[in-house]
């Protein structure tokens, strides 16, 4: 029928694929780790525990180390911590933040991530857009 792939789509798809990761591995080298741990830093939000509410969002180099930080804070350790994205690109970080805060407008969030009169707003926000697959936010 109409609707069934023969196996030269799924090879053609699949090199697609392959060559459009491979482009944004090399664009972005610390999103990709080829057969290598998961990188360290990336996104996160913090959550409401009972209404799963985003209360805020941030950005680290090192997703664990800043879990065990909002654990140990007063304000913060009641919230549950969630990676929602993980990368070594500071410009992904940057543009995924906004994307979130965006997204949920968090309460705890004091200012915007990216001011929108940085001159960078739009690489940060073009790159979280490559990153998520789709234009950037």
Do not use: M
């Amino acid at each position: 029928g109409a609707n069934q792939w023969t196996p030269r789509d799924v090879t053609t798809l699949s090199s697609a694929l392959t060559h459009r990761q491979a482009a944004f591995a090399a664009q972005y080298p610390n999103s990709c780790p080829a057969n290598g741990p998961a990188p360290s830093g990336g996104v996160y939000t913090l959550r409401d525990v009972v209404s799963g509410a985003v209360v805020r969002s941030g950005r680290t180099v090192d997703l664990s180390r800043r879990e065990r930080e909002h654990a140990r804070d007063p304000v913060l350790e009641g919230y549950q911590f969630r990676v929602e994205y993980r990368t070594n690109d500071y410009r992904q970080q940057r543009g995924l933040e906004q994307f979130l805060h965006n997204q949920y407008r968090p309460p705890l969030d004091r200012i915007s991530p990216i001011s929108p009169k940085n001159s960078n707003y739009g690489s940060y926000t073009g790159a979280a857009g490559d990153y998520l697959g789709r234009p950037g936010e």
